[in-house]
């Protein structure tokens, strides 16, 4: 299947109701390219210090683990969150993947 970039949101409307017909494993899929491909662009558009931000830190200490781009997303987000908060959160989407 082939896009073409929406430019107007009648065609994007057009992109997501040609998803709608998809298996919930392929938009799954598309859900954490695209969270990829965001944090791609935010890291070339955020201005560096030469430190390592979350992704690459922990990418450095862990090569070859996946990250799950919704988690680190949310690292940070919420600082009023408990710690058992954050742990639920965190089993929910292991346990989710588990059983996709």
Do not use: W, Y
Request: proline share 4%.
């Amino acid at each position: 299947m082939r896009f073409t970039m929406a430019k107007t949101q009648k065609q994007l409307d057009e992109i997501l109701e040609a998803m709608r017909g998809e298996d919930l494993s392929t938009l799954r899929a598309l859900d954490e390219k695209l969270h990829l491909i965001l944090a791609e662009k935010r890291a070339k558009d955020r201005p560096t210090n030469g430190s390592l931000g979350a992704h690459e830190e922990i990418a450095a200490q862990c090569p070859g683990v996946k990250i799950d781009p919704n988690l680190l997303a949310l690292v940070g987000v919420h600082p009023e969150s408990s710690l058992e908060d954050d742990k639920a959160l965190i089993r929910e989407s292991i346990l989710r993947r588990l059983t996709d």
